[in-house]
Structures are given as structure tokens and as C-alpha cells.
């Protein structure tokens, strides 16, 4: 079954740039989404369609992609941005949504 | 404003079945998917599948094939997705997500999601 590869963690001071990579063989032809989490919570949506911000998410998070990687790009990270990050994408046949397996943003 | 809320926390035998309901309301039911994720403890999301409530259609991941139904119930603008032959594994957080009616699969609102335990 289709992949999306993301790192477990990632660890950024506050006021750095953190970035956070998603890897999968059907991104150049399937736009990636992202959410954040905090614990017990639900999801948020945090980055569409690569690179769009939907209302209310701050413009510290910005998104590209290119080839089979997208990354979300935290600039200027703020302790209330530690939270675990997903990527999520659909099959190449776009017919079976899939989440990586989530990344940990720490910020110390 | 658009809620979807699910409901509450079961706990179950092994070899049971389970079914989780969520309960839209804040926009027109017919016009957006409906999917289920779900998250055991400690690890990361995982789609389960899809339906389409103004058909019924649905997509299942090829992993619950077999196991899971999801139905809807149009008067009530309500969506279910029923687990059977639980086991341990299952012991999770499900969450309904609701997404475009066509296009690229995305989750813009989510339900707060019941806890399922199952356990002898």
C-alpha cells in the first residue's frame, strides 16, 4: 500500500525555522495536506494543497513541494507551535486517502 | 458554524462489534464527504474510508475491507461507521473528518473523536 515517509522528529529554539518533510512517490501528482495536533485534541488543518494557508492559520507556515517531497516551513517557531505534524495525500489514483506517520515538533 | 459531533466512548469485548456515530450539522449534509481516521494511542492517524452521503457510496481502506460499514441516515444528517470482529489492535480514537464532495481528499473540520477500547 501507498507511503507518505515523514521524520519522527524535529527539535528548532524558538525564533528558528523549522522544517518538516513529507516523501511519497504519488506527490508530484497528488497535492499534500497538513495538520497539526496538540495532545488530545483533533487534528487541524494547517497547509492545503501544498502551499495554501487557510484562513486563521498564521503566515509563519508555509508550504512547497518538489518532485516527491513537500515540506512545511515553520519560520520564526513559537513555543505554542509544538504539536506532532501529519502529511496527508491520496493513492495515485486518488481514491485512498493516506497520512504519514506524523512528525514531533519540539521547541526548546 | 459547521460541528460534527460523535459519539460517546465504548468499551468492548474482543470478537464484538462497535459502531461510532456522527452527527453533522452547520452546513447541507448531501454536500461533503464524510471520512473516518483513526489514532491509537501514542501513534499516528490512519483512514479507514470514505462515504459519500448523498449516494451512500463508499471507498474502505483495503486494511478494513471485510470489517468495516459505513452508512448514513439523511434525515438525521448523521454518518456511522460500525468496526466488527474487534480486537486489541483496534483500541483507538475515531474520528469522523468531513471533505469535498469531489477533488482531492482533505479534512477541513473534524469530530472530537470517542475513544474504543476493546478489552477482555
Known amino acids: 500500500s501507498y507511503e507518505l515517509t515523514q521524520p519522527p522528529s524535529v527539535s528548532v529554539s524558538p525564533g528558528q525555522t523549522a522544517r518538516i518533510t513529507c516523501s511519497g512517490d504519488a506527490l508530484p501528482k497528488q497535492y499534500a495536506y497538513w495538520y497539526q495536533q496538540k495532545p488530545g485534541q483533533a487534528p487541524v488543518l494547517v497547509m492545503s494543497k501544498d502551499s495554501e494557508r487557510p484562513s486563521g492559520i498564521p503566515e509563519r507556515f508555509s508550504g512547497s513541494s518538489s518532485g516527491t517531497t513537500v515540506t512545511l516551513t515553520i519560520s520564526g517557531v513559537q513555543t505554542e507551535d509544538e504539536a506532532d505534524y501529519y502529511c496527508?495525500?491520496?493513492?495515485?489514483?486518488?481514491?485512498?486517502?493516506?497520512f504519514g506517520g506524523g512528525t514531533q515538533l519540539t521547541v526548546v | 458554524q459547521v460541528q460534527l459531533v460523535q459519539s460517546g466512548a465504548e468499551v468492548k469485548k474482543p470478537g464484538a462489534p462497535v459502531k461510532v456515530s456522527c452527527k453533522a450539522s452547520g452546513y447541507t449534509f448531501i454536500n461533503y464527504k464524510m471520512h473516518w481516521v483513526r489514532q491509537a494511542p501514542g501513534q499516528g492517524l490512519e483512514w479507514m474510508g470514505v462515504?459519500?452521503?448523498?449516494?451512500?457510496?463508499?471507498i474502505y481502506a483495503q486494511k478494513f475491507q471485510g470489517r468495516v460499514t459505513m452508512t448514513r441516515d439523511t434525515t438525521t444528517n448523521t454518518v456511522y461507521m460500525e468496526l466488527s470482529s474487534l480486537r486489541s489492535e483496534d483500541t483507538a480514537v475515531y474520528y469522523c473528518a468531513r471533505g469535498l464532495l469531489q477533488g482531492d481528499y482533505y479534512f477541513d473540520y473534524w469530530g472530537q473523536g470517542p475513544l474504543v477500547t476493546v478489552s477482555s
Open positions: 496527508q495525500s491520496s493513492d495515485s489514483s486518488g481514491l485512498y486517502g493516506v
Open positions: 462515504i459519500n452521503p448523498s449516494g451512500g457510496d463508499t
